[in-house]
């Protein structure tokens, strides 16, 4: 099952596929007191569909190289940080592109 923060970090990087193309990434999401920094790469190609003109994936690639998380309770001390699992984040990514 993919977690919300791996979901969140997914949807951070199709945002910014869909801001900017094909290429490397950078993003940060906040959730839940946790702060995760990913980067990477990600490449998407596709075609128009031949009926409806709508864009449709044929590939997708993502590469998720660098991990960061770090948390903080109510009173502002450190706490372990969330594990994260780059292959669900990948696989929501997946999700997304080919939904």
Not at 6 to 18: G, H, N, T
Not at 41 to 47: F, I, K, L, M
Request: negative net charge.
């Amino acid at each position: 099952m993919i977690g919300d923060l791996e979901y969140q970090i997914a949807e951070a990087i199709a945002d910014d596929w869909i801001e900017n193309g094909n290429g490397r990434f950078a993003v940060s999401v906040e959730s839940s007191g946790a702060t995760v920094e990913a980067s990477g790469w990600h490449e998407v190609r596709g075609c128009r569909e031949a009926t409806t003109g709508a864009w449709v994936a044929t590939f997708a690639d993502l590469a998720v190289e660098s991990l960061d998380a770090w948390a903080y309770d109510e009173e502002g001390n450190e706490k372990e940080a969330p594990a994260i699992d780059t292959a669900k984040i990948e696989k929501a990514f997946m999700g997304m592109v080919f939904s």
